[in-house]
């Protein structure tokens, strides 16, 4: 069973930094990626960072580029997403999803279309 569990959302200040954690467990397959969507307030979700795994291909929304950064430790299967600079409008739920590498490239992340999702970790970036 693919468990995904997220960590280090909480309450900063515009201008700070946070750094989320995916820990992911049960994968049947070794070519996977692993990204980050969140869901804001009264706003659809948004895909933001994706990684695969097999050869570090990296995924950024616009809205994130040159602030926030993925990184993978494929011995613990863990994705980390520093981000910096952090702005009011990136608050919402940042959940972690999972599944095959093609999911992710450098023009796209269908996590829509990904099997596996975790539950969400809180970001309130305040003004």
């Known amino acids: 069973e693919v468990q995904l569990q997220a960590s280090g959302g909480g309450l900063v200040q515009a201008g700070g930094s946070l750094r989320l954690s995916c820990a992911a467990s049960g994968f049947p397959f070794d070519d996977y990626a692993i990204g980050w969507f969140r869901q804001a307030p009264e706003k659809g979700r948004e895909g933001v960072s994706c990684v695969t795994f097999n050869d570090d291909t990296r995924y950024y929304a616009d809205s994130v580029k040159g602030r926030f950064t993925i990184s993978s430790d494929n011995a613990e299967k863990t994705v980390y997403l520093q981000m910096h600079s952090l702005k009011p409008e990136d608050t919402g739920v940042y959940h972690c999803?999972?599944?095959?590498?093609?999911?992710?490239?450098?023009?796209?992340?269908?996590?829509?279309?990904?099997?596996?999702w975790g539950k969400g970790t809180l970001v309130t970036v305040s003004s």
């Open positions: 999803a999972a599944d095959r590498a093609y999911y992710c490239s450098t023009a796209g992340f269908n996590y829509p279309r990904m099997a596996y």
